[in-house]
């Protein structure tokens, strides 16, 4: 091999080495735009200590966050006090159901959100009859519902829920 070929695979393993090490070194928080401190402002002081996959994270969410709405904001507020209020072992149950959901295939989780959305649209009183509905049944009478609901069309379903 030659010395210029040498030295140019020498010089990328450097460069890629250096990259890999600013990955692991994080975000200072002198580096972050005026917008992402401004929004990242309760974490600056354990700024240096968080993780970059945490950093990287949080500069994701404070970037989503300014494109929101203020009603999409008021939303996320609400969930976040909600989240907060919870005990740990509904945080875990809540993480295990996202983690499960996150490995169905692409059109399962469409079919999933496509219901949900078609539920949040309900008015208030018909959601706390279908809740309360499906807390009487048993685990069996659930299972079968959810083959049922799986098997008919958004129309048929409706109809099946709202009967």
């Known amino acids: 091999m030659n010395r ?9 393993g450097m460069f890629a080495a250096s990259l890999a090490w600013g990955d692991v070194q994080g975000t200072s928080w002198d580096q972050l735009t005026k917008e992402e401190q ?28 300014s494109r929101m709405s203020a009603d999409e904001r008021r939303d996320a507020q609400e969930r976040f006090q909600r989240w907060q209020k919870m005990s740990p072992e509904q945080k875990e149950k ?13 059109e399962e989780q469409e079919r999933i959100r496509s219901r ?9 009183e018909q959601r706390e009859v279908l809740r309360e509905r499906w807390h009487r049944m048993s685990p069996e009478e659930r ?21």
């Open 4 to 12: 210029f070929l040498r030295l140019v695979i020498l010089v990328g």
């Open 38 to 65: 401004q929004s990242l402002q309760p974490f600056k002081e354990q700024w240096p200590a968080l993780s970059p996959e945490k950093q990287g994270r949080l500069r994701k969410n404070a970037e989503k966050w």
């Open 94 to 106: 809540i993480r295990k159901r996202f983690s499960e959901f996150r490995k169905l295939p692409p």
């Open 116 to 124: 949900y959305r078609w539920f949040r649209k309900l008015p208030p």
């Open 143 to 163: 299972k079968n519902m959810r083959e049922r609901l799986r098997n008919l069309t958004p129309e048929e379903q409706q109809k099946l829920l709202l009967r």
